[in-house]
C-alpha cells in the first residue's frame, strides 16, 4: 500500500508550494488507494505556535484534501524518540559525546583555518574511559565514515553522497535529551509506514542523513521524491512581492480551490498538452514519476485564467453554495440560475461574480453620473415609460421581444433603448443582457426601479 504524507512545520500559514507538495502527496496515495497522512513538525517550541497548526489545518479544510486518521504530532512523540535513541545506544549504533560548546568552537576554529570541512573528528566514538565531570552528553549517531550513501529519487533520478564528503556522527538527542530534526523525520515516516516521501528539494541534504537512521533502526528506506521549488517569473525563489504565497489568501482574493489546486498540480507536471484538470482527473493521471525535475515559475495570468474557466464551467449550484462565503445567499431566489448564468462569463474571480449579483439584486442608491449624462435626455425618459407600460401589460414573460417589438416601432438601435434600462435597473450602464436582468429582477421589481429612476430624472430637471 502507498503511504505518503505532509510534514509542515507550523512556523505560519501554509504556503502555495507547501500546498503543492500535499496535493501531489494526497494525489498518489490517492491513486493508489493508499493512505496520506498529516503530520505537524512541532517541536521546535521557539518557532512554532498554535496558530500556525491551526492555519494549516483550516488551509487543509478549504482545499478538501482529506488526510487518513488523526493528525500527528511530533510535540506528543517524545516518549517515542527516546525509545529509539536508547535502542541505538544500547546497540552501539549511537554514543554519547561529552564535548563541551568551547571544545566545539575551537575544533571548528582550527578545521576553517586549515580550510577543511568543519565536522566532528569522531573523538568520543569509540570512548571508553571516564567521562568528563559536569557536562551534559550529547548522542552521536555512527555514521558511516567511508563509502556513499546512494538512492534513487523519483524526480531527480540517481542521487550519490560521499560520506567523506557530507556525513559526520551527526547529533540524534542534544544535551538536553530533545531529538534533532532528521532523526525524528526518519522515525516519524518509518513508523507511519510512510513508503513514498514527496517533500521540496531543499530536504534533499537531509536525505543522506535519514538514511543513515534508517539503516541503524533496520527500517526499510522509503522511496523519496524531491521536488523543486517554485520560482518566480525572473526564476528567483517565489516570496510575497510576487503575490500571495499564504494558500488562505486566495479564497479571500475570490479563487476557487478548483483553480488553485489545477494551477498546483501543472505547476511542475504535465500530462500531454492538457490544461485543465478535474481533482477526480488528477488522481487518475498524476504521477509522481513525471514530477519536472527542473524548476517552474509561478504564472498569475494562467491561474485567472483557470480561475475564470471554473466559473464560468462549474454547477450553477456549486458557485451558489461558494457565494455565502462573499455573503451572497441566493439559493432561494427564483432566477438563481439565469443569475449566475448570466454573470459568470465575465467574472474572473468570485468577487467579481459576487459584485455582479449585488450589482443587479441592490436597488441603485445613485446612477453613473456618466452614463446618465451620455445616454439620458427627455427621448431616453420617453423610452422608458413607454417600456414600462409595455410591461405592465406583459403577459408571456418574452421581455427580449418585447424590447424588440419598441426598438422596430421607433426604428431604433438597441442602445438606445437597453442603455437607459440598464441605468435605471442597475445605476451602471455595464450589466449583462438587459433581458436577463429584467427577468432575474422580475417584472414588478423593475417596474418599480424604473418608475423610480424616471421620477428622479424630472427631479433633477
Ligand atoms: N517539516 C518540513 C518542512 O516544513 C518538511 C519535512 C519533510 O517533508 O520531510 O519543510
Known sequence: MVVTRFAPSPTGYLHIGGLRTALYSYLWARQNGGKFLLRI??????????????????????????????????????????????????????YYCYMSKEELDHLRQKQLENKERPKYDGRYRDFDGTPPEGILPAVRIKAPTKGEICFEDGVKGQMKFRAEDILDDFIIARADGTPTYNFVVAVDDALMGVNHVIRGDDHLSNTPKQIIIYEALGFKIPKFFHIPMILNEEGKKL????????????????????????????????????????????????????????????????????????????????????????????????????????????????????????????????????????????????????????????????????????????????????????????????????GDVIAILGKKETLKRVENFNKSFKETK
Open 41 to 94: 513538525e512541532d517541536t521546535d517550541e521557539k518557532r512554532n505556535s498554535l496558530e500556525a497548526t491551526k492555519a494549516i489545518e483550516a488551509a487543509f479544510k478549504w482545499c478538501g484534501l482529506d488526510y487518513d486518521g488523526e493528525v500527528i504530532y511530533q510535540s506528543q512523540r517524545k516518549e517515542i524518540y527516546k525509545k529509539y535513541i536508547d535502542k541505538l545506544l544500547e546497540e552501539g549504533k549511537a
Open 239 to 434: 516570496s510575497k512581492r510576487d503575490g500571495a504565497t499564504n494558500v488562505m489568501d486566495y479564497p479571500k482574493m475570490g479563487y476557487l480551490k478548483e483553480a488553485l489546486l489545477n494551477f498546483l498540480v501543472r505547476l511542475g507536471w504535465s500530462h500531454k498538452d492538457q490544461e485543465i484538470f478535474s481533482l477526480r482527473e488528477m488522481i487518475e493521471l498524476f504521477n509522481p514519476y513525471e514530477i519536472n525535475s527542473s524548476a517552474s515559475a509561478f504564472n498569475a495570468q494562467k491561474l485567472d485564467w483557470l480561475n475564470a474557466h471554473y466559473i464560468k464551467t462549474l454547477p450553477a449550484k456549486y458557485l451558489i453554495e461558494e457565494l455565502k462565503k462573499e455573503d451572497i445567499f441566493i439559493e432561494n431566489h427564483p432566477e438563481k440560475e439565469l443569475l449566475i448564468d448570466s454573470l459568470r462569463q465575465r467574472s474572473k474571480n468570485m468577487i467579481e461574480l459576487a459584485m455582479g449579483i449585488k450589482s443587479i439584486l441592490d436597488e441603485p442608491k445613485e446612477y453613473d453620473e456618466k452614463a446618465v449624462k451620455k445616454f439620458i435626455n427627455e427621448e431616453a425618459i420617453l423610452l422608458l415609460e413607454e417600456f414600462n407600460g409595455e410591461l405592465l401589460r406583459d403577459e408571456d414573460g418574452d421581455y427580449d421581444g418585447l424590447l424588440k417589438r419598441i426598438l422596430a416601432k421607433h426604428e431604433i438601435g438597441f442602445g438606445k433603448l437597453a442603455q437607459p434600462i440598464r441605468i435605471a435597473l442597475t445605476g451602471s450602464s455595464v450589466s449583462p443582457s438587459v
